[in-house]
């Protein structure tokens, strides 16, 4: 006798909705849509990040008639977009930094404007470019007077999933994060009284930071403003969103589906799910792809969960060749087990922003696929999750496909100018 449907179903919704790295549907996410909109947003879609309407160069007048809104002062109750909607769990909003319309717009002022440098030429978006994958498409970050750092920019998206930041993790959170490379000479190298004295000077930001926070214009309030806009920033959905979800229905009701038309409901679920990927395909490269990531490749080793990235930080042999290399999270943490391991950055939206790895020394996914096939670089610190993986270059290739296609999603619309004049 054949297992009753209805059963079935029961256990594909606990696996779908307990599974990491998958989200919920379309059709069944717009079912379950809020009913108080004005308050509840979904972040990466609508206007959240387009700025206050208008043209040039931000007046007074107009930033008195955005300030004066009482619904851009309410705090925000967010959602995650479809696939990164697994990983709310991990999102991580400060209890004293809600983040508000106000904030956010606050927030993006400051990300592109470069006044905030020592020299007035270098802004947050100089090495965290939209137009770059948030990040910059150089080996190195570079910053005032053309200096260049020691490492690679890391993305400043999806950090609304993440507490952690940079790549050692020296900072606690995103707030203390942000006002960061304010201060460090080779970055934006400003101090931080420097940099309150110059916005102390900018009419647009002293009203803006005098109607936000309650105790006005510092540095910390800074950090929280550019806090509250990265955590706005995420990746919308890929077609591996809506790939895998009808994947794990398929192989749920494997012996069922030819008698679907006997359960209307689950046939207009899976009806909905074929469509929704249908309409965001991925190549059979792709689709063979994913197979690795989740098995012979092993890569959800460490890019696990709705963002793909355990946040945890490894040696995977990155540099660990040079002759004074960099140890990474060991200078923080003191720990051996730490000696030249760096956090695991996302796979989502990977395409965008290359070089690759810490230090920037991999150029192509193509080159970060081979060196996790050799297994990295052997140290006596290499982490027991990277080993050979033997993969032919068909497998290769597909793994690239999966990144390039499977797991690329729109960045949110965002507008780069109108700052205060």
């Known amino acids: 006798m054949r297992h009753p449907i209805s059963a079935k179903y029961l256990s594909f919704v606990l696996t779908l909705v307990s599974t990491l790295a998958v989200g919920t549907s379309a059709s069944v996410r717009a079912e379950t849509a809020a009913a108080d909109a004005s308050q509840e947003v979904t ?3 609508g206007s959240l990040l387009l700025g206050i309407p208008g043209e040039g160069d931000l007046t007074v007048a107009e930033l008195k008639l ?3 809104k009482p619904e851009n002062h309410a705090e925000l109750k967010v959602k995650l977009p479809l696939g990164l909607d697994a990983a709310s769990a991990n999102v991580s909003i400060p209890p004293d930094n809600p983040m508000t319309r106000a904030k956010i717009e606050l927030g993006r002022q400051l990300y592109f404007d470069p006044r905030l440098s020592s020299d007035a030429t270098v802004s947050c978006a100089s090495c965290h470019d939209p137009d770059q994958g948030y990040a910059a498409n150089t080996q190195f970050g570079v910053g005032v007077r053309e200096q260049e750092g020691g490492r690679n920019s890391p993305v400043s998206y999806n950090r609304i999933v993440s507490k952690a930041q940079f790549w050692d993790g020296r900072a606690a959170s995103l707030e203390e994060q942000a006002v960061g490379p304010i201060a460090n000479p080779i970055e934006m190298g400003n101090t931080h009284e420097g940099c309150i004295e110059c916005l102390s000077g900018i009419e647009g930001y002293k009203l803006q930071f005098d109607a936000i926070f309650s105790d006005g214009l ?5 950090g929280k403003a ?7 920033i995420v990746t919308g959905p890929a077609p591996y969103d809506y790939y895998a979800p009808l994947v794990q229905f398929e192989e749920t009701f494997a012996d069922d589906l030819e008698f679907l038309d006997e359960e209307p409901e689950l046939k207009k679920q899976y009806d909905a799910l074929k469509k929704d990927s249908a309409e965001h395909p991925m190549s059979e490269s792709a689709k063979r792809g994913m197979k690795l990531t989740f098995g012979k490749a092993n890569c959800t080793a460490c890019h696990a969960g709705g963002n793909f990235t355990d946040e ?6 990155v540099g660990m060749d040079a002759e004074k290399p960099d140890l990474g999270r060991f200078e923080i943490s003191k720990d051996a087990k730490d000696r030249g391991a760096f956090k695991t950055p996302t796979m989502r939206n990977a395409a965008s922003s290359p070089p690759y790895m810490h230090d920037g020394s991999q150029k192509t ?12 670089h052997k ?19 597909d793994l690239v496909a999966f990144m390039v296609e499977g797991l690329t999603g729109d960045f949110p619309a965002i507008q780069q100018g109108r700052l205060p004049e």
């Open 43 to 45: 972040l990466g879609e």
């Open 66 to 68: 955005w300030l004066a």
């Open 218 to 222: 510092s540095i910390d309030n800074v």
């Open 226 to 232: 550019l806090a509250a806009f990265e955590r706005a």
């Open 312 to 317: 945890q930080y490894h040696n995977i042999g």
């Open 365 to 376: 996914l193509e080159e970060v696929v081979q060196w996790y096939d050799k297994g990295g």
């Open 379 to 397: 140290n006596e610190s290499l982490s027991d999750k990277i080993k050979p993986l033997n993969l032919t270059e068909q497998e290769k290739a």
